[in-house]
């Protein structure tokens, strides 16, 4: 059972935009700032979006974050083939201090 | 650029010891907190336990507390993580990654597979 509660599974057509929730708490989302993390089948992790809402040099402004109370948003806008892959948010938690990882959306292509 | 390298994974029993290892290079090492997180086959991703950039403080999971231990050595520019009593609960990948405040885990290595069975 994940700290952070993610939807198990999204989906969408090319070109079309996609959002992924994240659900935490007052002690993780609603206290510190959101990370999200691109996992391509076989590969490591990659960071997305940190704080919240920035991206880091090399990921295209299709993916924008967002965040609201104990709650954090993914979108993909301008879905393409190459964006199937899991994806999954993060937080630092204060009261067990120590990161907390949602359990992962994966996306899908159709 | 920034590198992390991950080694050590190997099949091992029930029961057994493993020490991973986690080089990093292209970054002031010292400066930063290290974590180790892993990722079980097939499932999401846990965060196992980080270090100080010293190495004066240490936190685990309590899935592992008490039976891994993480250390570094910031002369060698190396993150270990010392796995005792192991079990199959314990198969995974295990990433080691760095730690930039609101950055978040800001790289990450690409991994190293330990598998727990008889």
């Known amino acids: 059972q994940s700290v952070l509660t993610q939807p198990p599974s999204a989906s969408g057509t090319p070109g079309q935009r996609v959002t992924i929730s994240c659900s935490g708490s007052?002690?993780?989302?609603?206290?510190?700032?959101v990370n999200w993390y691109q996992q391509l089948p076989g590969t490591a992790p990659r960071p997305l979006i940190y704080?919240?809402?920035q991206r880091p040099s090399g990921v295209p402004d299709r993916f924008f974050g967002s965040k609201s109370g104990t709650s954090a948003s993914l979108a993909i806008s301008g879905l393409q083939s190459e964006d199937e892959a899991d994806y999954y948010c993060?937080?630092?938690?204060?009261?067990?201090?120590?990161?907390?990882f949602g359990g992962g959306t994966k996306v899908t292509v159709l | 650029q920034v590198q992390l390298v991950e080694s050590g994974g190997v099949l091992v029993k029930p029961g057994g010891s493993l020490r991973l290892s986690c080089a990093a290079s292209?970054?002031?090492?010292?400066?930063?907190?290290m974590s180790w997180i892993r990722q079980a086959p097939g499932k999401g991703l846990e965060w196992v336990s980080y270090?100080?950039?010293?190495?004066?403080?240490?936190k685990y999971a309590d899935s592992v507390k008490g039976r891994f231990t993480i250390s570094r050595d910031n002369a060698k520019n190396s993150l270990y993580l010392q796995m005792n009593s192991l079990t199959a609960a314990d198969t995974a990948m295990y990433y080691c990654?760095?730690?930039?405040?609101?950055?978040?885990?800001?790289?990450w290595g690409q991994g190293t597979l330990v598998t727990v069975s008889s």
């Open positions: 990654a760095r730690e930039a405040g609101n950055h978040g885990l800001d790289y």
């Open positions: 292209g970054f002031a090492f010292s400066d930063y907190y």
């Open positions: 270090v100080t950039s010293d190495g004066s403080y240490t």
């Open positions: 007052s002690s993780n989302i609603g206290s510190n700032s």
């Open positions: 704080n919240n809402n």
């Open positions: 993060a937080a630092w938690d204060a009261s067990l201090n120590h990161w907390v």
